[in-house]
């Protein structure tokens, strides 16, 4: 017969007497008795009632049975489902097989049964009579009994999960003879509406209904809301402990102390000498100067005057416009000089700490890579070069591009860390090093367009080899499609201007000649400049045999060099991506050489022959920047295989107090490779700006002129760039020499007359340079036949044409 469930309207097959008896005998081969079944009260207000029958839906014959000769449970709907134990469980020696039943909210747990029989557990069932002792299978069998698990819904609700209340039985197995343990998810968040105890007499409990408030009070106080003065405080606190803060202060810091005394004086010295320094410094006032007033006249600046395109006539610096904008005259344009070139140093070391830790480096290790790149002993000897050593926007464009592919030389390609922002950040910072100048920009650029090809053709090779698309993404695509046509752009943007001078000056295209005599042999590998205070005095005399020593002494230093090779053998690096950055090395070296290299036929040549723009470099060490880095990135997986080490070492060392000074013992490479890098650098005072320069009309002309004093001119002209005759540059247009060849005899009529043509206006005669010159003898010449005037100004004599 079947029984109803209050509350559900829900009936459940109940086995009768009959088929009790079947069952037990079927499943413990002996004869079975009838279970008794206990009370079960139901409802609100729960009281005991009279047997109620509702309509049968089947009887336990009629239901599905298991392979292993078990029923299936019935589904809230009514159809047969298989119960979770999959049927009767046979047990052995005198355990009876209890039946695993899907019992319902309000179901009581019977632990009844006799010998031999089987223990039900009826859901829902009511009955008039006495509860039976449950107990009365004690002395001859350990007892399995069915605990009902009910959901805590109230009045009879559906549970939460949609199974109307249904609930998991827990078999728990009787310890002791005869004595059996009921436990019920119900019973420890407080039994629900219906349940009965079978403790051996019948009882009714009222309903208790989950109330989760009266457990607030276990809980923990709630945390109080920081303020926002709070959050901001743990916001900044964060910030400058993170690892790339610390970083981006410690470049700043190490180029402070590593460039002194650039910033002792910074409005009144400059590093090196006074010459290319003072014209960089102009080049770098006139970018930000016309930018804001005239932007179309970038390229035709105020001196050469009346040459076309002078601003190209050497590498423009025009990447540091931005850093023009600020302030007015001679003395700010030292301090920004001074200023931009303490920055480089720093953005150098910080954009190879970045590449090599993107590559797989550790701290140490990409901090040795850092300083190393930055600070190789042969850039002391280009410390008057700000545009080779405003070099820091290559591996941190590098870096960049790197992590937004989410590849690393240590881990590979990670197709999980793709990120298209930073795949625009590396583009936008290669076009920016592009700008500051063709002189180190060019190979840069030749590099990129080489990894792009070849990262093309690896990916469509292993497409075809494995059969499957490797992930890239569209958004990747285009961001590598949007950054390289932005970086192009750039690129023939500045090269224009370049190519419109080559066609108006054709003598100023470099030749083989040009290129060999600048070409290092194999010694200036391991000789240094006479500005390393490590070895400058002790190479002496292996620069006094090289041809031009400052372009030729290339050593990136002995402790690289040892590192270098230590990682060939011991480095985090894979053997074949070792070998990979040998070859880099031997290549960028062979390339430095250039003429020097089995007469550059196999290196240098055809691309001073054939690539486009590479004929302008007429130095072709300067390509030591690569080996340098390449060398740096073999020195930090070395340092960062021995780091690692070192860490594994002390976290098993017993007892453990070594471990502080084996960790500070890693530093070391770093420290040696600091102090190789330590300079001499000396820092002239730049000449004052005369008083008649702040007062002659332009367009002007300052004699004397040459490629030195030129220089400082330029510098001069920076208090409102007035357009002068005079410039200085990588080579002097033939306009220029002929003002320098006729000015010789001046003040005379064949001058004036040939100024006058030119445009010219004023005419500056420095007293201070006259000495061992024509004009010392003509300064005090009288003019008036000359229809010009004449006045002196301080240290200068202004003639007014």
């Known amino acids: 017969m079947t029984t109803g469930q209050p509350g559900t309207g829900k009936a ?51 239901q599905p049975r298991s392979s292993d000769g078990g029923t299936t449970g019935a589904t809230k709907s009514g159809d047969p489902q298989p119960s979770k134990s999959g049927g009767a469980k046979k047990e052995t020696g005198a355990d009876a097989a209890t039946g695993e039943g899907g019992g319902r909210k309000g179901s009581a747990a019977t632990g009844g049964g006799t010998e031999g029989g089987t223990a039900t557990s009826d859901s829902a069932a009511t009955d008039s009579s006495p509860a039976k002792d449950s107990n009365t299978a004690k002395a001859n069998s350990t007892a399995t009994a069915d605990s009902t698990t009910t959901n805590p819904a109230k009045d009879g609700a559906p549970a939460k999960d949609g199974t109307d209340g249904d609930s998991e039985d827990v078999q728990v197995k009787g310890t002791g003879a005869g004595k059996g343990r009921w436990w019920s998810r119900g019973r420890r968040a407080g039994r629900t509406d219906g349940q009965a105890k079978t403790d051996g007499d019948t009882k009714t409990d009222e309903a208790k209904p989950d109330d989760p408030d009266r457990w607030e009070a276990f809980a923990s106080a709630p945390e109080p809301r920081p303020s926002i003065a709070t959050r901001a405080g743990r916001a900044v606190g964060r910030f400058l402990i993170h690892e790339w803060t610390l970083a981006t202060l410690g470049a700043l810091a190490l180029a402070v102390l590593m460039t002194w005394p650039t910033l002792r004086y910074p409005r009144y010295t400059l590093p090196q000498d006074y010459w290319d320094p003072s014209l960089q410094a102009w080049q770098m006032a006139w970018s930000g100067h016309i930018l804001l007033a005239e932007p179309a006249r970038l390229w035709q600046s105020n001196t050469f005057f ?163 698309a490797v992930p890239f993404g569209r958004r990747l695509f285009l961001a590598d499609l949007i950054g390289g046509l932005l970086f192009a752009g750039v690129g023939l943007l500045m090269a224009f201007p370049f190519f419109k001078v080559t066609e108006l000056h054709p003598y100023a295209e470099r030749t083989i000649g040009d290129i060999s005599i600048f070409s290092p042999p194999a010694t200036g590998f391991v000789t240094a400049p006479a500005e390393s205070r490590i070895w400058g005095g002790l190479h002496e005399g292996a620069r006094a045999a090289l041809p031009w020593h400052p372009e030729m002494t290339l050593l990136p230093g002995f402790v690289l060099y040892a590192l270098a090779a230590g990682g060939l053998f011991f480095s985090v690096w894979r053997l074949r991506h070792r070998l990979l950055l040998l070859a880099g090395v031997l290549v960028t070296m062979a390339f430095a050489m250039g003429t020097r290299f089995f007469d550059g036929t196999f290196t240098y040549v055809p691309l001073f022959e054939h690539v486009p723009g590479w004929s302008a470099l007429r130095t072709p060490g300067r390509l030591m920047l690569w080996t340098t880095l390449l060398l740096g990135l073999l ?134 340079q006259v000495v061992g010159t024509p004009w010392e003898i003509t300064i005090d010449a009288p003019v008036d036949s000359l229809g010009i005037t004449r006045q002196d100004v301080g240290e200068a004599v202004v003639y007014r044409l």
């Open 306 to 468: 009346p040459e076309l395109w002078s601003f190209a006539f050497s590498d423009t610096l025009l990447g540091y416009a931005p850093a023009g904008m600020l302030g007015s005259g001679p003395e700010d344009a030292v301090l920004r000089y001074n200023i931009m070139f303490v920055l480089a140093h720093a953005l150098a070391t910080l954009g190879a700490f970045a590449l090599a830790r993107q590559l797989g480096a550790g701290r140490i290790g990409a901090a040795v890579a850092g300083v190393s790149y930055a600070y190789a002993p042969w850039l002391l000897a280009q410390a008057g070069h700000l545009h080779v050593l405003s070099n820091g926007g290559i591996p941190l464009a590098l870096a960049m591009l790197a992590r937004g592919h989410g590849w690393s030389l240590r881990h590979g390609y990670r197709p999980e860390r793709r990120h298209d922002g930073w795949v625009y950040a590396g583009w936008l910072v290669a076009a920016w090093q592009l700008s500051l100048g063709f002189g180190i920009g060019l190979p840069f650029a030749y590099f990129l367009a080489c990894a792009v090809i070849v990262t093309a053709v690896l990916y469509y090779t292993r497409r075809l080899r494995t059969g499957q």
């Open 12 to 62: 459940r097959p109940t086995p009768t007497g009959t088929d009790a008896e079947t069952r037990s005998a079927s499943a413990s081969g002996t004869p079975a008795q009838p279970a008794r079944i206990s009370d079960a009260v139901s409802g609100k207000n729960p009281a005991p009632t009279s047997e109620t029958t509702a309509p049968s839906t089947g009887t336990v014959a009629d």
């Open 635 to 768: 020195a930090a997986g070395a340092v960062t295989a021995l780091t690692d080490r070192v860490r594994e070492l002390t976290a098993h060392r017993i007892p453990s107090w070594p471990g502080p000074w084996l960790r500070t013992a890693t530093l070391l490479p770093l420290l040696l490779v600091a102090v190789e890098g330590l300079n001499t650098t000396p820092h002239p005072v730049v000449p004052t700006q005369p008083a008649a320069m702040r007062s002659a009309e332009g367009p002007l002309l300052v004699l004397p002129s040459n490629q030195s004093l030129d220089q400082h001119v330029m510098l001069w002209s920076t208090s409102g760039f007035p357009d002068v005759v005079n410039g200085g540059s990588g080579f002097t247009p033939r306009q220029l020499d002929d003002v320098r060849r006729v000015s010789q005899s001046f003040p005379d009529q064949t001058s004036v007359d040939y100024l006058r043509t030119l445009g010219v206006r004023s005419v500056v005669l420095l007293r201070g």
